[in-house]
């Protein structure tokens, strides 16, 4: 799955939705198309895509199935953070070589009044951690865990997918609180980065035949906070070991994004409200800048602190070309990434 590269940056390259997948998503999918830079008007700015976010939500949004957000429609830019620098400027507060984060999308060029977007650092030494750690995904994991996940010392923290962008902040922040945490990734390699460099007390291999049973003598105590964005047999496998009063902070389903049907076997829905009453569980579903938007800045604060001096520690995929977006997407839906993917579209350009 993979484009012809086009070098004439006098036009704009677009990744665009060309029609909506069934299962995992295909080259037919996709659309490279060029079009004219385009020109700001008096209250925009022309920002030109530096670093591309990929992320499993955009995986819901080429769908045209009811959910928390629109669609995208066929012919529709793919939608996507980004890390861009500012080209030109008639928005009061940015200038000429600003980088900022934006929703620019899969594509070199796009133009912004400035709402929803955020200055860094012009200096910082990774602009892509604005997509990462000290982005969306690292907001996310934050503010689940300490939010709704309430956590206290002491307790057992499970953390699906604990090495991709998200988990692997829940799990560091985890540790600044004192909690016993259990990542859950797939492969060795994860499991040992999710150990050896992240600070996990453990990590289970969820491709081993024993998972279930691993995962039960890894927490001896019960879970008391689960943090969910993967489903599936995971969660199937946390259920029966959640301590009455657990809190499950539900950011995403990573597992069945590409489904098109509801998986075989018995309807245990029943089963899992009545250990919702039974345990009295909260289980939280979040969409982080609709309920936490505001709580964005002390975020930044306290993790850019943390990242500083190494306590939260952060593992980037960076795939290179926009060409190469929609490999990296699929990539990353199938867990075949490590760490947080991001798309190196082109350079920061030393302005002044």
């Keep these: 799955m993979s484009f012809e590269k086009q070098q004439n940056q006098q036009q704009n390259r677009q990744i665009k939705l060309a029609s909506r997948p069934t299962g995992e ?37 080429m769908s045209d199935a009811k959910s928390y957000a629109d669609p995208l429609e066929v012919g529709d830019v793919m939608m996507g953070g980004t890390v861009a620098q500012v080209v030109e400027s008639n928005v009061d507060g940015f200038s000429k070589g600003d980088l900022v984060v934006s929703n620019s999308g899969w594509q070199d060029y796009s133009v912004s009044d400035g709402e929803g977007v955020l200055k860094l650092d ?8 604005g997509l990462g750690v000290l982005g969306m995904p690292g907001f996310t994991g934050y503010m689940g865990l300490t939010d709704i996940g309430k956590p206290q010392k002491g307790e057992t923290l499970v953390v699906a997918a604990a090495t991709g962008p998200v ?66 047999k995971v969660f199937d496998a946390v259920l029966p070991l959640l301590n009455a009063h657990a809190r499950i902070p539900v950011c995403g389903l990573v597992s069945q994004y590409n489904a098109t049907d509801l998986p075989d076997g018995k309807d245990r829905l029943g089963m899992l409200m009545g250990q919702v009453l039974a345990n009295r569980l909260t289980v939280k579903g979040f969409i982080i800048f609709e309920e936490y938007g505001d709580h964005f800045p002390e975020f930044l604060e306290t993790m850019s602190k943390w990242v500083e001096s190494g306590d939260v520690k952060t593992k980037e995929y960076i795939a290179d070309g926009l060409d190469n977006a929609p490999n990296a997407f699929v990539d990353m839906l199938n867990g075949d990434n490590f760490g947080k993917t991001v798309v190196k579209v082109s350079d920061v350009e030393q302005i002044g």
């Design 167 to 232: 988990g692997a902040t829940v799990g560091q922040v985890g540790n600044q609180y004192g909690l016993r945490t259990v990542g859950v990734a797939g492969g060795k390699e994860k499991c040992d980065f999710a150990v050896n460099e992240l600070g996990f007390d453990v990590c289970i291999d969820h491709k081993a035949d024993d998972f279930a049973e691993q995962l039960k003598a890894a927490c001896p105590d019960g879970i008391d906070i689960y943090y969910e964005n993967v489903g599936g």
């Design 122 to 129: 012009k200096n910082m030494s990774n602009p892509s951690y």
């Design 25 to 61: 998503p295909k080259a037919e999918n996709f659309d490279m198309a060029t079009s004219d830079i385009p020109t700001p008007n008096n209250s925009e700015m022309l920002l030109r895509t530096v670093y591309l976010s990929l992320d499993p939500y955009m995986r819901g949004r």
